[in-house]
């Protein structure tokens, strides 16, 4: 019988507070980094993928990123990229994590990449999926899905049917889109303050890429309206060590539409490149 994921909260030195899910025990530790966007958490993100892991024999850490989930929600911080690296880096000291895998989708691949420039060494591998942090703010703006939560966010548009709407820009697939999806998100994002998305950062960090010497598993559908696909390439191109895996008929969420497809190939990666 697996073991259920714990729910847990971490006061960090700066005084942030955050909350976690754990689930698992083994020698390598997956810690999951979910993505932006009005209502999200980490177990909104990662629900379908870490249980398989914890049961395969991973610990598995799902936290919630500051300003999402059930973590704190300070509106009087600015959301920049380092500002939720160094939130992740004091959560994994907190907890004596000195070396895990990254798992990260958008913005939390964005995260997951600083937070290996910054810390050569915290991961043994590194897996993302439709990464952010590649292209400039420009472009993101001109992505449907970034244009439509900007604005349904901004302007308090995100009633149920609103969110629905937004949900469906994710997936190539309105299928996924379920009232169990709905149910978590819509009263999180009555408690984010708009400075959650007005006040973010995320730097191109394309010039750096050359420095992620570790392995490195992507994912990409091709129809993902938030980070445009070209992306994959220039991390092909740059990481000594890398490998992708593009998606035909799919959205942002590779790890949501095509459960099976990511978490046997990410297995299969973890296991052709042991630490």
């Known amino acids: 019988m697996p073991s259920l994921p714990l729910r847990q909260h971490l006061r960090l030195p700066d005084g942030l507070t955050l909350h976690y899910?754990?689930?698992?025990?083994?020698?390598?530790?997956?810690?999951?980094?979910?993505?932006?966007?009005?209502?999200?958490?980490?177990?909104?993100?990662?629900?379908?993928?870490?249980?398989?892991?914890?049961?395969?024999?991973?610990?598995?850490?799902?936290?919630?990123?500051?300003?999402?989930?059930?973590?704190?929600?300070?509106?009087?911080?600015?959301y920049v990229l380092d500002f939720f690296v160094d939130a992740l880096h004091g959560f994994l000291q907190a907890l004596e994590l000195q070396r895990v895998v990254l798992v990260g989708n958008s913005l939390g691949a964005a995260i997951a990449m600083k937070l290996v420039l910054d810390h050569p060494g915290i991961a043994s591998h590194l897996v993302m999926m439709g990464p952010g942090g590649l292209e400039e703010r420009e472009t993101y703006f001109r992505m449907p899905g970034i244009q439509r939560m900007v604005t349904d966010f901004a302007g308090g548009f995100l009633d149920r049917e609103g969110m629905r709407g937004l949900m469906k820009l994710l997936v190539h697939d309105p299928v996924h889109v379920t009232e169990d999806l709905l149910d978590e998100r819509v009263p999180i994002?009555?408690?984010?303050?708009?400075?959650?998305?007005?006040?973010?950062?995320?730097?191109?960090l394309t010039e750096r890429?050359?420095?992620?010497?570790?392995?490195?598993?992507?994912?990409?559908?091709?129809?993902?309206?938030?980070?445009?696909?070209s992306g994959a390439s220039k991390v092909l191109e740059?990481?000594?060590?890398?490998?992708f895996v593009l998606v035909n008929r799919c959205g942002h969420w590779v790890m949501v539409e095509h459960t099976a497809l990511f978490n046997h190939a990410t297995l299969d990666f973890l296991q052709r490149h042991r630490a």
């Open 21 to 78: 899910q754990e689930q698992g025990q083994g020698p390598q530790t997956l810690l999951f980094i979910h993505g932006s966007g009005p209502g999200a958490s980490g177990h909104s993100n990662f629900k379908f993928n870490y249980p398989w892991f914890a049961e395969r024999g991973f610990r598995c850490i799902v936290p919630d990123l500051p300003g999402y989930g059930h973590s704190d929600k300070p509106a009087d911080r600015e």
């Open 189 to 204: 994002v009555a408690q984010q303050p708009k400075e959650v998305l007005a006040t973010m950062r995320v730097p191109n």
């Open 209 to 229: 890429l050359p420095e992620l010497t570790l392995p490195v598993l992507g994912f990409w559908g091709t129809d993902d309206q938030f980070c445009p696909a």
């Open 238 to 243: 740059r990481c000594p060590n890398a490998e």
